[in-house]
C-alpha cells in the first residue's frame, strides 16, 4: 500500500501534465467554413466582378520601378535593427539589385479569400474570414497563401476584365505569387533606405501596430509612403517566397516546391507588435503550417526565369 499514494499523485500529475501540453498546443485544423455570404456583396474601391480586387487601371497592382536597394539593417543608424537584419560579417547592410515587378497595393481582403474560396472549395482555417470583407484575410499557411496566388493567377490569365498590361505580362512569362523578402523590402522601403515605409521614425498615424485588432487594408493614409502601398508596416504579417537563411540575401533559392521543413519568411509585423517589429527590415519567420490571427499575404507579379 504504502507505493499507492506516489504512483496515484504521479497519475494526478501525469494528467495535469497532458491537460496543460493539450490547452497549449495549436487548435486542430478547422474543418471547411463557407465565406460569409454578406461578405461576397459589394465592397467600396473593390471590383465584385474582378474577384474583388481594387478598382484601379492595373487592379491593384503597383509598379516598382527596377534598380537597386539597401536591404538589412545598420544598428548605428537602426538602434532597433535585430542581429538577423545584419548583412555580413563585414557590412552591415547589403545593395540589392532588383528588376522591375508588381506589388498589391494593400494585402490580400477577406473578400479576396472569400471569392477564392467560394471558387474552389479550398479548405481554409474557419478565422480566415471571420472579418468585415474589406479587413486583411488571416489565418492563412503559407499553402493557403500560394494556393491564392495560382488561383489569381490563373483566373487573369483566362478572364476578359483583365487589363491589357497585365495580361501581356502574364504571356510573357511573368507569375502571380508571393513576393521575395526582397521584393517585400524594397516595395516597402524605397531605395533610399529609410527604416519605415514612411521615414525613420515610428509613427502611429501612418500604419496599424501596437493595437488589438486589424483594420480595413489601406485605412492609414500614407503620403510619404514609398510607392503608395499601404499596411506595408502592421496590420497583418504578410508571407514571403524566401526560405529564411542568414544573409546576405540569395535570390537563386527562392520559390516555391522547397522543402517542407523549411521555415518561410514573414514582413512588416502585425496590429499587435511593437514598433520595431514593423520596421521594413524585420524578418519574421514561421513554419509553412502556421495559421495564426496575425499573419496574412499580399500578392506580386514579377518575372520569372
Ligand atoms: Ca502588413
Ligand atoms: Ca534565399
Known sequence: MKGAVPLAFLVIVASVWIALRL?????????????PRAALGEVAGFRADAWFLPDEELLGFVEI??????????????????DIERWSSSSAQGTVELPVFYMGRYEVTVAQLGAFVEATAYTI?????QAPPDHPAKSVSWPDALAYTRWLDAKLRESSVTPPRLA???????RISLPTEAEWEKAARGADGRIYPWGDEPRRDRANYGGRSTTPVGSYECPECAFGLSDMAGNVWEWTRSPYQPY??????DGVGLEAEALWVMRGGAFGDPEGFVRAANRGRA????RRPFIGFR???????
Open 287 to 290: 513554419d509553412p503550417g502556421a
Open 248 to 253: 546576405p540575401y540569395d535570390a537563386t533559392d
Open 299 to 305: 500578392v506580386s507579379i514579377s518575372h520569372w526565369p
Open 125 to 129: 482555417d474557419r478565422q480566415a474570414l
Open 65 to 82: 520601378p527596377a534598380g537597386v536597394f539597401l536591404m538589412g539593417s545598420d544598428p548605428s543608424v537602426d538602434a532597433r535593427a535585430f
Open 23 to 35: 490547452s497549449q498546443s495549436p487548435p486542430a485544423q478547422a474543418a471547411s467554413t463557407p465565406p
Open 168 to 174: 501581356a505580362l502574364l504571356r510573357d512569362g511573368w
